[in-house]
């Protein structure tokens, strides 16, 4: 059996589910084939929207749904209301995934629906990942994780099926931009969120701004590298993110990486009461 007839398996055993749904390249792939595995009934999508999530991304994610034909809920959550959340510490994302999942779950229970799921994949297992704390909680499944399936083997079907989101770039919530220890404001969401519209529409795909107060630290492709330092808008492009209030613009020569606000943090230090870290650096 090959892993997407056995993620299709997978689907058909859980019988009905709540996906987790952020119009990302993991969530509509599993939402796709979820979409051909089970009854219409008993699948539902659910977007969440805070301060953390880019317009871009929810309109994705709202056409993705009306192509696919499910059935979608919008919720809003509010992390910036949670003074844990709001200080950052590197285990951020398990208060986020706290509220998310708590909200997920009374959504299932009102539905009478069977499930949660969400599209962690295999790769994930090697990331630090401390909302997994969260999903262990409240007994979120992932299918993609237990079907073997890799962030590869996500573009390859995704491409197989037909779907526009193959070889989308990888998203992250604007959080992530922000160093663990920075307090996180929805004012500095909002000019990450800017800074980082201002390059994509400048033709640069694969973009995040990592914020640093008055510094923003660029990282693209490593392909797109030269493509940036040479665009015909490139003075436009500096004059524009200064207008947000940025001092310094500086770009990361080693290109995007996941996890880059990682790199150089000892693992003990990672270390809190709450998750158990597994951090490859």
Request: glycine letters at 4%; one cysteine or more; aromatic letters at 8%.
């Amino acid at each position: 059996m090959d892993k997407l007839s056995k993620l299709k398996a997978n689907l058909r055993a859980l019988e009905s589910a709540v996906v987790a749904f952020s119009g990302g390249v993991d969530s509509s792939f599993l939402l796709r084939v979820a979409r051909d595995t089970l009854p219409k009934k008993s699948l539902l999508a659910v977007t969440a929207v805070s301060d953390t999530y880019t317009k871009l991304e929810l309109s994705q994610a709202k056409r993705f749904v009306r192509l696919l034909g499910v059935r979608h809920k919008i919720i809003f959550t509010d992390e910036l209301k949670d003074a844990n959340f709001r200080k950052n510490p590197v285990d951020r994302c398990y208060y986020c995934k706290k509220e998310l999942f708590g909200r997920l779950k009374a959504i299932a229970s009102h539905k009478r629906i069977k499930n949660i799921i969400d599209a962690s994949n295999k790769d994930d297992k090697k990331d630090y990942r401390p909302g997994s704390m969260a999903k262990e909680e409240f007994g979120v499944r992932s299918p993609l994780q237990e079907s073997q399936i890799t962030k590869k083997d996500i573009r390859r079907y995704s491409k197989r099926l037909g779907l526009e989101t193959w070889d989308f770039p990888s998203m992250a919530c604007l959080a992530s931009r922000v160093p663990y220890g920075t307090e996180i404001k929805k004012d500095v969401l909002e000019k990450i969120e800017a800074a980082e519209n201002i390059i994509k529409k400048a033709g640069f795909r694969h973009v995040r701004v990592r914020y640093y107060n008055d510094i923003a630290r660029i990282e693209l492709e490593k392909k797109e590298i030269k493509k940036f330092l040479n665009c015909k808008s490139y003075d436009k492009i500096l004059k524009k993110l200064k207008s947000l209030g940025f001092i310094y613009i500086t770009l990361d020569l080693e290109g995007y990486r996941t996890g880059s606000l990682n790199e150089g943090i000892n693992e003990g230090k990672l270390k809190s009461k709450n998750v158990k870290l597994k951090l490859k650096i």
